[in-house]
């Protein structure tokens, strides 16, 4: 039960319902309009958010306006329910950025499978991301609010990839974000924690480096940011499932 969900409805039955077909798999976050949902994004790491569309204030539609055009939050899936039977509704869905549109009545096996898909890819593109060397961080990007702010975040870690007091702190100051916000963000975007976020960026720095074989292995743990040269090894093993002397064997046995 890693994943929470984050489910929006002002029919209390609805809520009942969907907690009964949803409980037993995933942690879930109850609202019953748009307020109360916006008051636990700000306190909880939301992986997924399940929405009505019909709902007095906000309605779903603008609600999910309002969520994907926030870096805040723009990169949780979203899952709109209607009884809206109109392809001008579904487009209306599809266009404010909803993720998934399901109209009701809806099987219940049928909605667990199609939640299960959207996390189940999600997880494997940040699986992808951390285990490749190579692989750019913007990959995790689902919009492009997330591109740009992965981007800049990017740049400013190898920009000061060499600080080896770089923490969640510098991070957050300079994406103009609180501590906890930035917090949620990160690891809701990639599974990791702005350290280690920092910690995979400095060592796929190393391996790019190893990769030139120009310098010494002593010579990449300062670049990117090491202290020592064991705690570097001890990291890129446990990262990569290979010390560093090992994948530059197996990168010339590549060649």
Same mark, same amino acid.
């Given at each position: 039960?890693?994943?929470?969900? *984050?489910?929006?409805?002002?029919?209390?039955?609805?809520?009942?319902?969907?907690?009964? $077909?949803?409980?037993?798999?995933?942690?879930?976050?109850?609202?019953?309009?748009?307020?109360?949902?916006?008051?636990? *994004?700000?306190? /909880?790491?939301? &992986?997924?958010?399940?929405?009505?569309?019909?709902?007095?204030?906000?309605?779903?539609? /603008?609600?999910?306006?309002?969520?994907?055009?926030?870096?805040?939050?723009?990169?949780?899936?979203?899952? !709109?329910?209607?009884?809206?039977?109109?392809?001008?509704?579904?487009?209306?869905?599809?266009?404010?950025?909803?993720?998934?549109?399901?109209?009701?009545?809806?099987?219940?096996? !049928?909605?667990?499978?199609?939640?299960?898909?959207?996390?189940?890819?999600?997880?494997?593109?940040?699986?992808?991301?951390?285990?490749?060397?190579?692989e750019d961080v913007r990959v995790m990007a689902h919009s492009k609010t997330d591109e740009a702010f992965l981007k800049k975040l990017d740049e400013y870690i190898?920009?000061?990839?060499? &600080?080896?007091?770089?923490?969640?702190?510098?991070?957050?100051?300079?994406?103009?974000?609180?501590?906890?916000?930035?917090? @949620?963000?990160?690891?809701?975007?990639?599974?990791?924690?702005?350290?280690?976020?920092?910690?995979?960026? @400095? *060592?796929?720095?190393?391996? @790019?480096?190893?990769?030139?074989?120009?310098?010494?292995?002593?010579?990449?743990? @300062?670049?990117?940011?090491?202290?020592?040269?064991?705690?570097?090894?001890?990291?890129?093993?446990?990262?990569?499932?290979?010390?560093? $002397?090992?994948?530059?064997?197996?990168?010339?046995?590549?060649?």
């Amino acid at each position: 039960m890693d994943n929470s969900i *984050l489910i929006i409805d002002d029919n209390e039955e609805i809520l009942e319902f969907l907690s009964d $077909v949803l409980g037993d798999l995933y942690k879930l976050h109850l609202a019953a309009n748009g307020e109360i949902a916006q008051n636990i *994004l700000n306190e /909880e790491v939301v &992986d997924l958010i399940i929405s009505d569309i019909m709902m007095p204030g906000i309605d779903g539609f /603008e609600l999910c306006r309002l969520i994907k055009s926030n870096v805040e939050f723009c990169h949780i899936p979203i899952v !709109l329910l209607t009884s809206k039977n109109t392809y001008k509704a579904h487009i209306e869905g599809l266009e404010v950025g909803a993720d998934l549109y399901v109209q009701k009545p809806f099987s219940p096996e !049928l909605l667990q499978v199609q939640i299960a898909n959207l996390l189940t890819n999600r997880l494997k593109i940040k699986a992808h991301f951390a285990s490749s060397p190579f692989e750019d961080v913007r990959v995790m990007a689902h919009s492009k609010t997330d591109e740009a702010f992965l981007k800049k975040l990017d740049e400013y870690i190898r920009k000061n990839i060499r &600080d080896i007091n770089m923490d969640i702190d510098k991070l957050a100051d300079h994406m103009n974000m609180s501590r906890p916000t930035f917090y @949620r963000k990160i690891k809701s975007l990639s599974s990791l924690s702005p350290k280690e976020l920092i910690d995979v960026t @400095r *060592l796929k720095k190393a391996a @790019r480096l190893i990769a030139q074989n120009e310098f010494s292995f002593s010579e990449i743990a @300062r670049m990117v940011g090491y202290s020592s040269q064991s705690i570097f090894n001890k990291n890129f093993q446990k990262h990569f499932n290979a010390a560093p $002397v090992e994948y530059m064997n197996s990168l010339h046995k590549e060649i």
